[in-house]
Nanobody, 122 residues
Framework: QVQLVESGGGLVQPGGSLRLSCAASGSIFSINSMGWYRQVLGKQRDLVATITSGGSANYADSVKGRFTISRDNAKNTVYLQMNSLKPEDTAVYFC????????????????WGQGTQVTVSS
């Protein structure tokens, strides 16, 4: 099986920075796209950013110019550098990965992490 584990969340003041990490482990053959999403209690889970295995990134308009997604394919890890944080960025942040496992290399499945809380408050 495959596990994704996020880390790096916490409490930060407005204008501050945080860096989230998400490491995938298990019986991984390859990972196509990876991404970050966020969810506020009682609301839907929204896209923050995605990145392909080749490094092409896509961002939600609300985070463009402030957040940067990157990945280390050798480590099966995706990162989210968050700068100029605002109170409205407060949410649980989830990562996902479109994974081909060694058992089923001709198909892929999207796995999710358990989430990490980011709170932006003074």
């Amino acid at each position: 099986q495959v596990q994704l584990v996020e880390s790096g969340g916490g409490l930060v003041q407005p204008g501050g920075s945080l860096r989230l990490s998400c490491a995938a482990s298990g019986s991984i053959f390859s990972i196509n796209s990876m991404g970050w999403y966020r969810q506020v209690l009682g609301k839907q889970r929204d896209l923050v950013a995605t990145i392909t295995s080749g490094g092409s990134a896509n961002y939600a308009d609300s985070v463009k110019g402030r957040f940067t997604i990157s990945r280390d394919n050798a480590k099966n890890t995706v990162y989210l550098q968050m700068n100029s944080l605002k109170p409205e960025d407060t949410a649980v942040y989830f990562c996902n990965g479109d994974v081909r496992t060694r058992a089923y290399i001709y198909s892929s499945y999207v796995y999710w992490g358990q989430g990490t809380q980011v709170t932006v408050s003074s």
